[in-house]
């Protein structure tokens, strides 16, 4: 099984944003191919899975992620929006099929702190996710044991423009990151209306990483597009 080499999180670039490819955008009968054209600029690929009650679309399996596995060693990064019921079963699942790294939502509160421990404890990266209406406070707590915090900046779905307090929400965040002493690095994503006109403002707010789906799978010069995300 193809593998990025341990401590891959470490190695993640510090210098510009990080992008994390969501292939949820790409042309889904052609995801090989996708992957292979990605391959020279992701730095993350980044799988969104959905049980179809958690968020409203049914959304990719882990045959996905181990398809995807067998033709690239680039981190995997699964964000598993699933109800309480399924979720330590799901961690399996995708751990098993290859990902490197999996967040699970802070709203998944009877579980959130078993999944994360069940993540670490099967040797990957864990991350904690928060919706657009979770008190960004929620995620201090699991800090020591996550290397990922992601933020969405608009409802789960919504196309049309961040949430008026995404900018404020990463603020607080990285100040809580940066508060809290930790052993191991900890990166901050932004995730939904990742677009031209966004992605900039979110940047400045403190987003480390940001989760890229049509802005990059859309883009008639990947090469171009990816050269200004660097460049922010």
Same mark, same amino acid.
């Given at each position: 099984?193809?593998? @990025?080499?341990?401590?891959?999180?470490?190695?993640?670039?510090?210098?510009?944003?990080?992008?994390?490819?969501?292939?949820?955008?790409?042309?889904?009968?052609?995801?090989?191919?996708?992957?292979?054209?990605?391959? @020279?600029?992701?730095?993350? =690929?980044?799988?969104?899975?959905?049980?179809? =009650?958690?968020?409203?679309?049914?959304?990719?399996?882990?045959?996905?992620?181990?398809?995807?596995?067998?033709? +690239?060693?680039?981190?995997?990064?699964?964000?598993?929006?699933?109800?309480?019921?399924?979720?330590? $079963?799901?961690?399996?699942?995708?751990?098993?099929?290859?990902?490197?790294? =999996?967040?699970?939502?802070?709203?998944? +509160?009877?579980?959130?702190?078993?999944? =994360?421990?069940?993540?670490?404890?099967?040797?990957?990266?864990?991350?904690?996710?928060?919706?657009?209406?979770? @008190?960004?406070?929620?995620?201090?707590?699991?800090?020591?044991?996550?290397?990922?915090?992601?933020?969405?900046?608009?409802?789960?779905?919504?196309?049309?423009?961040? $949430?008026?307090?995404?900018?404020?929400?990463?603020?607080?965040?990285?100040?809580?990151?940066?508060?809290?002493?930790?052993?191991?690095?900890?990166?901050?994503?932004?995730?939904?209306?990742?677009?031209?006109? +966004?992605?900039?403002?979110?940047?400045?707010?403190?987003?480390?990483?940001?989760?890229?789906?049509?802005?990059?799978?859309?883009?008639?010069?990947?090469?171009?597009?990816?050269?200004?995300?660097?460049?922010?």
């Amino acid at each position: 099984m193809n593998r @990025p080499a341990a401590g891959w999180i470490d190695r993640l670039p510090t210098d510009h944003l990080i992008t994390e490819f969501s292939m949820w955008s790409s042309d889904l009968l052609r995801i090989a191919d996708e992957v292979a054209r990605i391959d @020279p600029y992701s730095n993350v =690929i980044h799988i969104d899975a959905s049980d179809g =009650i958690f968020a409203d679309t049914l959304l990719m399996f882990p045959e996905i992620v181990a398809r995807i596995r067998s033709i +690239t060693d680039k981190p995997i990064h699964v964000h598993l929006m699933v109800g309480e019921p399924a979720l330590i $079963n799901q961690i399996n699942q995708f751990a098993a099929a290859g990902a490197d790294a =999996i967040s699970i939502h802070a709203e998944n +509160t009877l579980l959130t702190d078993s999944g =994360i421990a069940r993540i670490n404890e099967l040797g990957l990266v864990a991350g904690i996710v928060l919706k657009v209406d979770t @008190p960004v406070a929620k995620l201090i707590r699991h800090l020591p044991r996550v290397g990922f915090v992601t933020l969405f900046g608009a409802e789960i779905g919504e196309r049309e423009g961040i $949430n008026r307090a995404a900018t404020q929400r990463l603020e607080e965040a990285q100040k809580y990151i940066a508060g809290v002493p930790t052993d191991h690095r900890i990166v901050l994503v932004a995730d939904g209306a990742i677009r031209e006109d +966004t992605v900039p403002v979110l940047r400045k707010a403190g987003a480390q990483a940001i989760v890229a789906g049509k802005l990059v799978f859309d883009t008639p010069d990947l090469g171009k597009r990816m050269e200004w995300l660097k460049s922010l």
